[in-house]
């Protein structure tokens, strides 16, 4: 007689109330050995789909951009290398359980070459008991990757120090491509109780010990972040006030001293 085995998949996803039969001598159903199948099949295009998110390549690490110069510094999609480590960090995981356990020469570690190893292998890590976690993993990798690729590139510009009393601080802001992050405040890396709005990042520059002795260069688009004016207004006040400007990688930049002088006797006009 058949001992019925309920699937690791199902019950470890969305499915959990109403998990299907494992086939036999599996521990997946049909189903959600299709789908492990696929995801795995899928994660090396997703890789590279992160990879394209983050301009085509891949960073060695997090770089800031630090005060005193033009504030596009690097963009990079800090969603999309987490993925790409996650992916290849996972794949390594799963191929070395099966390289170890079934005396098998492991694959590089590329992700294709992982990926193709792990299909290889798929019905005996479908038998295996860990088969249910590998699903569900593999699964939130596929879900984690699709929506890194649809995330705004952020950047991280470091300010300076904090301006609060005896902290030793440094002031960073998190900006996306669409703009300032308004669910980020500029905030101090020592003490999440020093931040500041978006609209207050000129002013707290200048509370910086050696605001003076800098020059900041702004797009026309950080401009109209900073003080939330269409960037159709920025050109025109530029043009009208000949603020000072200057062209870098075929962008053209302008002295923040003339928005925040502008903006500072004008801060309704539009």
Same mark, same amino acid.
């Given at each position: 007689?058949?001992?019925?085995?309920?699937?690791?998949?199902?019950?470890?996803?969305?499915?959990?109330?109403?998990?299907?039969?494992?086939?036999?001598?599996?521990?997946?159903?049909?189903?959600?050995?299709?789908?492990?199948?696929?995801?795995?099949?899928?994660?090396?295009?997703? =890789?590279?789909?992160?990879?394209?998110?983050?301009?085509?390549?891949?960073?060695?690490?997090?770089?800031?951009?630090?005060?005193?110069?033009?504030?596009?510094?690097?963009?990079?999609?800090?969603?999309?290398?987490?993925?790409?480590?996650?992916?290849?960090?996972?794949?390594?995981?799963?191929?070395?359980?099966?390289?170890?356990?079934?005396?098998?020469?492991?694959?590089?570690?590329?992700? +294709?070459?992982?990926?193709?190893?792990?299909?290889?292998?798929?019905?005996?890590?479908?038998?295996?008991?860990?088969?249910? +976690?590998?699903?569900?993993?593999?699964?939130?990798?596929?879900?984690?990757?699709?929506?890194?690729?649809?995330?705004?590139?952020?950047?991280?510009?470091?300010?300076?120090?904090?301006?609060?009393?005896?902290?030793?601080?440094?002031?960073?802001?998190?900006?996306?491509?669409?703009?300032?992050?308004?669910?980020?405040?500029?905030?101090?890396?020592?003490?999440?109780?020093?931040?500041?709005?978006?609209?207050?990042?000129?002013?707290?520059?200048?509370?910086?010990?050696?605001?003076?002795?800098?020059?900041?260069?702004?797009?026309?688009?950080?401009?109209?972040?900073?003080? +939330?004016?269409?960037?159709?207004?920025? =050109?025109?006040?530029?043009?009208?006030?000949?603020?000072?400007?200057?062209?870098?990688?075929?962008?053209? =930049? =302008?002295?923040?001293?003339?928005?925040?002088?502008?903006?500072?006797?004008?801060?309704?006009?539009?």
């Amino acid at each position: 007689m058949r001992t019925i085995v309920w699937c690791e998949g199902c019950r470890r996803g969305s499915d959990a109330a109403d998990p299907g039969l494992a086939l036999d001598g599996l521990r997946l159903c049909a189903q959600c050995l299709r789908l492990l199948a696929r995801r795995i099949e899928e994660l090396p295009h997703m =890789y590279e789909e992160c990879g394209r998110a983050l301009g085509g390549s891949v960073p060695s690490g997090v770089r800031e951009h630090t005060s005193g110069g033009p504030l596009p510094g690097m963009t990079i999609n800090a969603t999309a290398v987490e993925v790409r480590t996650e992916i290849l960090g996972t794949l390594s995981a799963w191929s070395g359980l099966v390289a170890e356990q079934r005396e098998v020469r492991a694959p590089r570690r590329a992700v +294709d070459q992982l990926a193709g190893f792990l299909l290889r292998h798929l019905r005996w890590l479908a038998a295996h008991p860990a088969a249910g +976690d590998a699903a569900q993993e593999v699964a939130r990798l596929a879900r984690a990757a699709r929506r890194a690729v649809a995330a705004e590139p952020v950047r991280r510009v470091q300010v300076g120090g904090c301006v609060e009393p005896d902290c030793p601080g440094r002031i960073v802001a998190t900006l996306r491509d669409g703009g300032l992050d308004e669910r980020m405040r500029i905030r101090c890396d020592a003490d999440p109780d020093h931040s500041w709005t978006a609209a207050e990042w000129t002013l707290l520059r200048r509370a910086l010990p050696d605001a003076a002795a800098e020059e900041r260069w702004l797009t026309a688009q950080d401009i109209s972040r900073l003080w +939330d004016t269409p960037v159709g207004t920025v =050109y025109r006040l530029a043009s009208e006030h000949r603020w000072p400007r200057r062209s870098r990688g075929g962008r053209t =930049y =302008y002295s923040e001293l003339a928005p925040h002088a502008h903006f500072t006797r004008h801060p309704r006009r539009t």
